[in-house]
Nanobody, 127 residues
């Protein structure tokens, strides 16, 4: 069964850290660009970060630059999103998505991802 499994969310105080994982099952991520997206209640899903298939290209939304770091370990078939200095406005459900792009490509646009989407994990930043 082809799927992405997202984990690592939770409740954290402002200024805290979390690391999200996006693990592929049933396929290998090595030729896929991966994007991380988030959706807060009542708001649209927006892209926060993405990484190309080999990790040579990364992109961040302005709102998370300097605080979030995306990385991938193709040997473990997993992409990570390290989130530091978290703020209440980072509260959202976080999703990862894949698209078959064996090249230096990634995008923060959700419609660009035609492959699998993870189920989402809740991140809540609150004191």
């Amino acid at each position: 069964h082809v799927q992405l499994v997202v984990s690592g969310g939770g409740l954290v105080q402002p200024g805290g850290s979390l690391r999200l994982s996006c693990a592929a099952s049933g396929f290998t991520l090595v030729s896929y660009g991966i994007g991380w997206f988030r959706q807060a209640p009542g708001k649209e899903r927006v892209g926060v970060s993405c990484i190309s298939s080999r990790g040579s290209v990364t992109t961040y939304a302005d709102s998370v630059k300097g605080r979030l770091t995306i990385s991938r370990d193709n040997a473990k078939n997993t992409v990570y999103l390290q989130m530091n200095s978290l703020r209440p406005e980072d509260t959202a459900v976080y999703y990862c998505a894949s698209d078959f792009r064996p090249m230096n490509w990634c995008s923060l646009s959700a419609p660009a991802y035609k492959g699998s989407w993870g189920q989402g994990t809740q991140v809540t930043v609150s004191s």
